[in-house]
């Protein structure tokens, strides 16, 4: 897959989004599960379906429960540490590995190649086997959800290697969309940028990311692909990232071009405290008023 499974287009925006329950109320526990590394948030609400989560001894039976801060949480009778803060991380994917927690063919998957330290993460949308570049990971499940919308308009970036006549008139067209073998897909950005005998490259930029999109709409147009490397991913970018390797979204940079909070609700709730405790300092320090009898 090229980016996501057609059924991971469709997210709840509402209560679920990052940083949208209210802070006196806690946070839905499929949520916190989420960001805990449990499993993703639809997972969650499974585990949650089948009794296996447990709030202070006691049977979850909605994944509506709200939770504090210090609560304990078990799942199949083992603790589940405190959620972490949101992360974002980018990964150079190689070539050769799935983009899966399990296989059932025994390949070689992103998360079982990744660097020792990480925390549980799930990636955002997919690469299959044979692609490569920028796949975005993080350790909230609903962020992953949240990001995969095509509604957010992102723009997936590819570098292509095709072989086959390239006719730029039909690449130019690709921009109004296009439908092959009954699946319609939205506009697509693509560009020749060099050629070398039977060979080309092209940039190729889609807003959807639907099933094998970009191998399937090259397929369309007699261009064969043997090379597929995603370069960015809405405003972030693969740059010089060396294959395999993992580095974090800085936090002020993911709340910057996310609008998210990337505190826990503990943290939330100590900064509140903070700029209280600023606010009323920078009142009691104001000069009385001047007498205008």
Known sequence: MDDLDDDDDIIDQGADQPGAEPAERGERIAKWLARAGVASRRDAEKLIAERRVKLENRVVETPATFIQPGDLVTVDGRIVANAQRTRLFRYHKPVGLVTTHKDEKGRQTVFAALPPGLPRVVSVGRLDLNSEGLLLLTNDGALARRLELPAN?????????????????????????????????????????????????????????????????????????????????????????????VEEVNPKVMRDQLGLKTDTPAQARLRKVKAEARAGRATAEEPPEADQG
């Open 153 to 245: 308009g992102w723009l997936r970036r590819y570098r292509v290697r095709v072989n086959g006549f390239i006719d730029e008139r039909l690449l130019a067209g690709l921009a109004g969309g296009v439908t092959v073998e009954g699946v319609r897909y939205g506009p697509i950005e693509a560009g020749l940028d060099s050629r070398q005998g039977a060979n080309a490259w092209l940039t190729v930029a889609i807003h959807e990311g639907k099933n094998r999109e970009v191998r399937r709409v090259m397929d369309h147009l007699n261009l064969k692909v043997s090379r597929l490397i995603r370069t960015a991913y809405g405003p972030f970018q693969l740059g010089s990232l060396t294959r395999g390797s």
